[in-house]
């Protein structure tokens, strides 16, 4: 078991950058695939980015040039540089965790631990 807690939304401008962070209590986070999403209301949850167990980063094509997804193991933590943000990366961010070997994918289905999710907002 893990629990997941999301921080570091907030409200910016157009091409301003954020950082989200994702904290893990439990076994160290290093052992898991982890991986962010957003959602929209109304709306699916879609892939942003991800990390395998194996220190292995995947980005959506949405996000890719502008977003990075780092790790710091003492603190369990996993973060999202998000740059140049654009209006449309607007959404509730949340942070994901399977303990599962080779179920690092992009499909929300395959994610057993969630974060309570933090807000972006990114105005024009």
């Known amino acids: 078991q893990v629990q997941l807690v999301d921080s570091g939304g907030g409200l910016v401008q157009a091409g301003d950058s954020l950082r989200l962070s994702c904290q893990a209590s439990g076994r160290p986070f290093m052992t898991y695939n982890r991986a962010w999403f957003r959602q929209v209301p109304g709306k699916e949850r879609v892939f942003v980015a991800r990390?395998?167990?194996?220190?292995?980063?995947v980005f959506s094509d949405s996000v890719k040039g502008r977003f990075t997804i780092s790790e710091d193991n003492a603190k369990n933590t996993v973060y999202l540089q998000m740059d140049s943000l654009k209006p449309e990366d607007t959404a509730v961010y949340l942070c994901a965790a399977n303990s599962r070997r080779g179920a690092s994918g992009s499909g929300a289905i395959l994610y057993d631990y969630w974060g309570q999710g933090t807000q972006v907002t990114v105005s024009s």
């Open positions: 990390i395998s167990s194996e220190g292995v980063a």
